[in-house]
Nanobody, 124 residues
Framework: VQLQASGGGLVQSGGSLRLSCAASGRTFSSGVMGWFRQGPGTDREFVAG????????YYADFVKGRFTISRDYAKNTMYLQMNSLKPEDTAVYYCAADPNWRQIYTTPNRYDYWGQGTQVTVSS
């Protein structure tokens, strides 16, 4: 499975961006996919996740009400709509996937497949 993340950029505080994560190669009909982020000098942290081929979405508390995760099965693509962005949202955002799980795990080591990351910078 190859994951390609895109959509990052520079935006002012309060602005919006939509990230995309396109899956290719050995695609799967079930499992979980998620978004993580890593700021300078920080650990990679969970942002949002969903069950692929099932029902279930989970958000980190710090993005609830601002970010929305979604998927398009026809395009094998996951999205992260980010609204009301804050400077503290500045980070490299990664998408991740694993076909084996039904539970949305928040720890990076649960995911076998990773995209290359896309930089999101929010200016104040």
């Amino acid at each position: 499975v190859q994951l390609q993340a895109s959509g990052g950029g520079l935006v002012q505080s309060g602005g919006s961006l939509r990230l995309s994560c396109a899956a290719s190669g050995r695609t799967f009909s079930s499992g979980v996919m998620g978004w993580f982020r890593q700021g300078p000098g920080t650990d990679r942290e969970f942002v949002a996740g969903l069950r692929w081929g099932g029902v279930g979405i989970y958000y980190a508390d710090f993005v609830k009400g601002r970010f929305t995760i979604s998927r398009d099965y026809a395009k094998n693509t996951m999205y992260l709509q980010m609204n009301s962005l804050k400077p503290e949202d500045t980070a490299v955002y990664y998408c991740a996937a694993d076909p084996n799980w039904r539970q949305i795990y928040t720890t990076p080591n649960r995911y076998d497949y990773w995209g290359q990351g896309t930089q999101v910078t929010v200016s104040s």
